[in-house]
Nanobody
Framework: QVQLVESGGGLVQTGDSLRVSCAASGVSCAAS????????MGWFRQAPGKEREFVAA????????KSGDSVKGRFTISRNNAKNTVYLQMNSLKPEDTAIYYC??????????????????WGQGTQVTVSS
């Protein structure tokens, strides 16, 4: 079982930067892995009335990443396996980035997935609001 807790959300203005974090705990041996580094990690977001949207994902090694088209060039995902933490650095924020941001974990044999269905564990989310 993996518990994920996001932090770092808040209210910012257009053009600002913000970094959200996701700390993993309770990682235990199971069919899919025994440590944080056995999981690929992803960030998704959901705005009111909209479907959950892929933001970014990173492989278990950190060497492979993917980003959604709407955030490419502005957001960067990274991870620190020693700290069991994944980060999302968000630059040049826009009002349309306003959403609840969720982190998620997928077993490493699934690569760097971009669909929510590929992820087994989810955090509770952190609100990011960008004012115009």
């Amino acid at each position: 079982q993996v518990q994920l807790v996001e932090s770092g959300g808040g209210l910012v203005q257009t053009g600002d930067s913000l970094r959200v974090s996701c700390a993993a705990s309770g990682v235990s041996c199971a069919a899919s892995g025994c440590t944080f580094s056995d999981y690929g990690m992803g960030w998704f977001r959901q705005a009111p009335g909209k479907e959950r949207e892929f933001v970014a994902a990173i492989s278990w090694t950190g060497r492979s990443t993917k980003s959604g088209d709407s955030v490419k060039g502005r957001f960067t995902i990274s991870r620190n396996n020693a700290k069991n933490t994944v980060y999302l650095q968000m630059n040049s924020l826009k009002p349309e980035d306003t959403a609840i941001y969720y982190c998620a974990a997928a077993p490493k044999n699934r690569g760097v997935p971009v669909t929510p269905a590929a992820y087994d564990y989810w955090g509770q989310g952190t609100q990011v609001t960008v004012s115009s």
